[in-house]
């Protein structure tokens, strides 16, 4: 069979040996990249890389008729996977065309050699109008995944004010910039609140940006503890960044607030991505989770309806892909993707989940809390949409991580405060937190001489550890500097006010007085 295909090969003329090699290169390239029907990543490859590493397994189709689900063509596929050559090479279509390309061209030589007008048959045959449309959408429409780009996407969300990290992030984003032109480095929200280093700064969260600036953050979302400081501060922030916070879901405010954008359309590399970006409105009324003095003259709508207003992105302003950045929660981060479909990623923030998932309508991630790790989602995409998606979360606790020098010695300096680290008392055992909760709002009972003193316990952002108590122990149990209100109320009002109380709490009370469940 070889020796008789060489032969036929060295009778072709020199145009169909060139087209041949043509198509022999078009067709293993094609064959071996990212598939570029959607199909393929929802079953597709599944099935054929289950009978690729176990063959059929009978009984299977018992845990789940679908596990049954065996089509011909899937196990044919399997049978010329080629692995030994590649593992991505998995292509039967790729082989087939370059069987039929070779029988039509051996037929259209002989035909042109002896004018058999079987073998001019043979070749009308096989370029029939079937297998013309078939060719053409191989070479034209398949032919477009040739185009297609590798996106990579850093993310993180919640920090709270922790900065020690970003020492090892600027190497990770460095190192992938060094490989690829299209990587992106974005934030979603909650920046502040929760390290006294920060959030006691003379410049309230100053480190924070400061270190965003430095390791090249390209956008971030408005969250609803980036008001915790008041909307003053909040503005010098917005002043001091390199990149746009967005937030469209938010209006009102001065100075820099009153500028935001709902969206910012980034580009890298001639690659354009769209980030549309809202906040969380969970607090009574329709506000974001703060303190509502900070928040006083904004409007805030809820986020999932703003998304509308994005849907022709793509068309009008030819972006690659949408991308909603949210302070939303992984609940709501669902509702985006289930009601608008051209939304192909979903970066989200608040509920400090960690995750990287595929949904019917496209992808989301998150990537926990408290700069402990920071997420990388590397994305294939074509003609607009994502060919291939994947997720990687990286702990940035791991000692073997690269560390730049100069980020670390500026992270050293802001933590070089002495006098949040004086001695100012001592604790025989670590507290719980509804421990730790009381010992609060002791304090305060005994500041403030009141009767009795409430705190919510997400107010709560530390523990008290055994040893020793500085200033700093005290800023991390609450880092919002939240004033101290005092209020004159009736039993009755008191009562009603913590039967209708949303959620948990601490407090203390005078010893005259004594409280009971009210059934």
């Given at each position: ?307 509308e207003n994005y849907k022709d992105l793509k068309v009008n302003d030819d972006v690659d892909l949408i991308v909603a950045l949210t302070h939303y929660g992984g609940y709501k981060d669902e509702k985006i993707l289930e009601n608008y479909d051209f939304v192909d990623l979903v970066i989200g923030g608040h509920t400090n989940q960690e995750y990287g998932v595929a949904h019917a309508n496209g992808y989301k991630v998150m990537s926990g809390g408290n700069l402990e790790k920071i997420s990388k989602t590397t994305l294939t995409v074509a003609n607009k949409q994502i ?133």
């Amino acid at each position: 069979i070889i020796r008789n295909t060489i032969n036929s090969f060295s009778q072709f003329s020199i145009s169909s040996k060139f087209l041949f090699l043509t198509i022999i290169i078009i067709s293993l390239i094609h064959s071996s990249s990212v598939p570029f029907i959607t199909d393929n990543e929802s079953y597709y490859i599944q099935t054929i890389k289950w009978l690729n590493n176990y063959g059929l397994v009978k009984g299977l189709a018992n845990l789940h008729l679908f596990f049954g689900q065996s089509s011909g063509w899937h196990i044919l596929q399997s049978g010329f996977n080629f692995s030994f050559i590649a593992p991505n090479f998995n292509d039967l279509n790729g082989f087939l065309i370059i069987i039929t390309s070779f029988f039509c061209l051996e037929k259209w030589g002989k035909y042109k050699l002896t004018g058999n007008k079987n073998d001019l048959f043979m070749t009308l045959m096989l370029i029939s109008f079937k297998r013309i449309c078939i060719f053409f959408y191989f070479l034209v429409f398949q032919y477009a995944t040739f185009a297609q780009e590798t996106i990579v996407i850093f993310a993180i969300n919640d920090p709270h004010s922790e900065i020690e990290n970003f020492a090892k992030i600027k190497p990770l984003i460095d190192a992938e910039k060094a490989k690829n032109q299209k990587v992106y480095f974005v934030a979603a929200g909650d920046l502040f609140s929760g390290n006294p280093i920060v959030d006691y700064h003379l410049n309230k969260g100053y480190p924070m940006i400061d270190m965003l600036n430095k390791t090249g953050l390209d956008v971030s979302v408005i969250g609803n503890h980036e008001f915790d400081y008041g909307q003053a501060i909040l503005n010098d922030r917005l002043e001091q960044a390199n990149f746009p916070f967005i937030c469209d879901n938010i209006s009102g405010g001065t100075g820099k607030l009153s500028d935001i954008k709902g969206s910012v359309i980034i580009t890298k590399d001639n690659f354009l991505i769209a980030f549309v970006g809202v906040v969380e409105t969970g607090s009574p009324g329709g506000y974001p989770l703060t303190h509502p003095k900070k928040i006083q003259g904004l409007s805030f709508t809820e986020g999932l309806d703003s998304f509308e207003n994005y849907k022709d992105l793509k068309v009008n302003d030819d972006v690659d892909l949408i991308v909603a950045l949210t302070h939303y929660g992984g609940y709501k981060d669902e509702k985006i993707l289930e009601n608008y479909d051209f939304v192909d990623l979903v970066i989200g923030g608040h509920t400090n989940q960690e995750y990287g998932v595929a949904h019917a309508n496209g992808y989301k991630v998150m990537s926990g809390g408290n700069l402990e790790k920071i997420s990388k989602t590397t994305l294939t995409v074509a003609n607009k949409q994502i060919t291939n998606f994947e997720f990687e979360l990286i702990n940035l606790s791991n000692s073997d991580l690269a560390s730049d020098n100069a980020l670390a010695e500026d992270i050293d300096e802001y933590f070089n405060n002495p006098s949040f680290y004086t001695n100012i008392g001592s604790s025989l055992s670590t507290l719980t937190w509804n421990s730790t909760g009381c010992f609060y709002t002791d304090a305060l009972q005994v500041i403030s001489d009141s009767d009795m003193v409430i705190q919510n316990s997400g107010g709560i952002r530390d523990i008290i550890y055994e040893g020793i108590i500085t200033p700093f122990s005290i800023y991390s149990i609450d880092p919002f500097g939240n004033g101290f209100d005092t209020y004159t109320m009736t039993v009755s009002e008191l009562r009603n006010f913590l039967n209708e109380f949303p959620s948990s709490f601490s407090y203390s009370l005078d010893t005259n007085f004594k409280v009971q469940k009210n059934v």
